[in-house]
Every structure is written in C-alpha cells, then in structure tokens.
C-alpha cells in the first residue's frame, strides 16, 4: 500500500496506448498526440487559434495519417501565427513514415507553407537561442521555436521519426512517401509567406539584433571548464524560478549575459543543450492512478524524485535504458522497441502480476 509504481518508457505512444487506454476502455488512439502552444499571446488566444488552426488541418487529412506534434515557432508579426506540425502515415509497406509541415494562421486563414519529407539523413542541428537547423535531402531549413518546452518538444519528436527513417531505410527517391505529395499540392501561393519562411536560414541577423556588449567590471573566470559549470549552475537557478512556456531561449541568455556581465553569443549552442537536458530533467512524471506514474528515463534516474514519490517498483520498458538503481527498487525490464510493431500483449500477464504485487 506504501510503495507507488513507475511507468516509463522512451515516448508515450508505445505503452501508454496499451496499457492505460486498454484499461480505460479506449479502443483506439488519439488523431493528435503531442500539442505545445508556446508564449506569443494569451493562453485563452492561443488555445482559440490553435484549435481553428487545427480544425482546418484535420479536415484535409486521410484516415491513415495522424498528427503526432504541434508546436508553435517565433512569431515575426502579431497577426501572424506559425506551427511547426509532424504528421505521421501508413505507408505502401503499412510502416509508418513522417513528413513535417510548416503552416501558419493570417486572420482566420489556412495555409500550408513547408513539407519536408523526414529521410534517413535528415540532420537536425542546434545553433543557439532556441534555433535548429533541419537538413532534409538536399534541402536546409532553419525554424526558431516559441519557447524552451517548444523546443525540446520538436527535437525530440524529430528526432525519433528520423531514427525511424533510418531504422527503415527511407531516402529522397525511393518507393516511401508516396502520401506526401498530397500536401505539396496544398501549399500557398502566398509570395510573402514563402519568402518569411525560406529567409530563416538568416534567422541570427534577420529576427534579431546582436545582444549588447557588456562592459567587464570584474575579472573573468579564465578556466573553460569552470566557467561552463557556472553557466549551468546559474542557468538551472534561472529555470527552476521562471515560467518555461512564456520565454525563449534568448530570454534565458539574455538573463546569463546579465548575470555574467559578458557577452555569450560564442556559447549559442551550448546553452540551447543544457536547456534541453535540464528541461528534461524538470520534468515530472504523469500520475495515471494513484499508485501508478507514467515517467521518461530522465525520472527513472532521479533518485530523489523517486524517493519523494514513494516508487518502490520500477517497470522498464524499453531496449536502451538501464535499470539505474537494482539495489534500491524492485525492476521488471520489458525489453522491446518504442514502435508500432512490438508485442506489447504478450507482456501483459506478467505485468499486471506485477502491478497487483506492488499495491
């Protein structure tokens, strides 16, 4: 009755459809999996744009396609709301490929502005203040998110529908995908629209100007390695006190340039990192019922997070993660691949035995 039980795997989608929707009674999986409003406006605004935005996207989708993130990027003009959307479809082999839009919302009105096919090489790169760089073929596309939750949000999505890609052997010219030119036949003619959206490669010098010099009133910290711990440090503190989804990565160096007395712009890359390792961390797991939470790796290796929540059992499901604490917690490892394709059920005595053990 004292020990709670952790739930993790590396995504929602796997175990939670099985295992808590089957409970549930649900039959089968939402149309949408991951949404993230993003600052920029109200909640109340974004919430009212983005479910019009949303109804308009579904009213053109097939049966076999889902949407598994929406995330909202920096906006240029206050009318003007951008989306950074994943959707996800059954193939010709009945194995799911992705492909990403990039929409946008003009008083009330639709528009489809990017479709990028996710390949087998698509590369996604970090260059600071919340940017990211996706090579996609022969094309690069650079998107600036919203907030930090956006940005760890479209990251991780990405890059597991790219690790998909690769696990399948997907590439520009070959038989997958055949889904997409669906909405590349859908995209705007709208001149001002493809030139604010194919200028972003220039995103540093075309949305912002440079942050401002500070001048050096004290001696600065001379050793690298010290001084990126300290940077760590302090950008935890800042994080740990401030609302996440209402400020972007630039806000949070903005604030170290402040607290540092030095300009940071040389570091671009580094802090957008540590945002997304320590917003990981931040994270807390979902209480399903009263002795069951749902948790990512980043849970499942925080002692003191599992201590606090009374976890006495532990259910890893999962091929890539360790069973951090063997000598503390009580582990049941389900060693299967976060994909459609694993069989979940067969697990599923041996697990609700589990379960009944640690209530």
């Given at each position: 009755p004292n020990a709670y039980i952790l739930l993790f795997a590396e995504t929602f989608s796997t175990f939670f459809t099985t295992f808590y929707l089957l409970t549930m009674g649900v039959l089968s999986r939402n149309k949408i999996r991951l949404l993230l409003l993003g600052g920029g406006k109200t909640r109340i605004a974004r919430k009212r744009d983005l479910q019009h935005h949303l109804q308009k996207l579904m009213s053109i989708m097939r049966p076999r396609?889902?949407?598994?993130?929406?995330?909202?990027?920096?906006?240029?003009?206050?009318?003007?709301?951008?989306?950074?959307?994943?959707v996800t479809a059954y193939g010709n082999?009945?194995?799911?490929?992705?492909?990403?839009?990039?929409?946008?919302?003009?008083?009330?009105?639709f528009r489809i502005?990017?479709?990028?096919?996710?390949?087998?090489?698509?590369?996604?790169?970090?260059?600071?203040?919340?940017?990211?760089k996706l090579t996609s073929g022969y094309d690069a596309y650079v998107f600036k998110t919203s907030s930090v939750?956006?940005?760890?949000?479209?990251?991780?999505?990405?890059?597991?529908?790219?690790?998909?890609?690769?696990?399948?052997?997907?590439?520009?010219?070959?038989?997958?995908?055949?889904?997409?030119?669906?909405?590349?036949?859908?995209?705007?003619?709208?001149?001002?629209?493809?030139?604010?959206?194919?200028?972003?490669?220039?995103?540093?010098?075309?949305?912002?100007?440079?942050?401002?010099?500070?001048?050096t009133t004290e001696d600065p910290i001379d050793d690298e390695t010290t001084f990126k711990r300290a940077l760590i440090s302090q950008l935890r503190e800042n994080m740990n006190h401030t609302d996440l989804e209402n400020v972007t990565s630039?806000?949070?160096?903005?604030?170290?340039?402040?607290?540092?007395?030095?300009?940071?712009?040389?570091?671009?890359?580094?802090?957008?990192?540590?945002?997304?390792?320590?917003?990981?961390?931040?994270?807390?797991?979902?209480?399903?019922?009263?002795y069951l939470y749902l948790g990512s790796e980043w849970n499942a290796s925080n002692l003191s997070e599992l201590r606090e929540l009374g976890v006495g059992y532990i259910i890893n499901i999962s091929r890539e993660v360790d069973n951090f604490f063997p000598d503390t917690f009580k582990y049941l490892p389900i060693r299967v691949y976060d994909q459609p394709s694993s069989d979940l059920l067969r697990h599923w005595e041996v697990t609700y035995k589990f379960i009944c053990e640690a209530r």
């Open positions: 396609e889902r949407i598994d993130m929406v995330v909202a990027l920096e906006q240029i003009h206050p009318n003007k709301t951008k989306y950074l959307i994943l082999e009945d194995t799911e490929e992705s492909c990403l839009l990039g929409t946008e919302s003009v008083n009330q009105e502005v990017l479709v990028i096919p996710l390949w087998k090489n698509t590369m996604l790169k970090y260059f600071g203040d919340g940017g990211f939750p956006c940005m760890w949000a479209a990251s991780n999505a990405i890059c597991t529908a790219v690790e998909n890609a690769r696990d399948l052997n997907y590439f520009s010219g070959g038989t997958s995908h055949a889904w997409v030119p669906y909405y590349k036949d859908k995209l705007t003619d709208n001149r001002q629209s493809l030139h604010e959206w194919y200028m972003m490669d220039e995103v540093t010098s075309f949305f912002r100007p440079d942050s401002p010099i500070f001048s630039r806000d949070l160096r903005l604030q170290l340039e402040a607290q540092f007395n030095r300009p940071l712009k040389s570091y671009l890359s580094f802090l957008d990192e540590q945002m997304l390792f320590i917003f990981g961390q931040m994270k807390k797991p979902s209480e399903i019922l009263s």
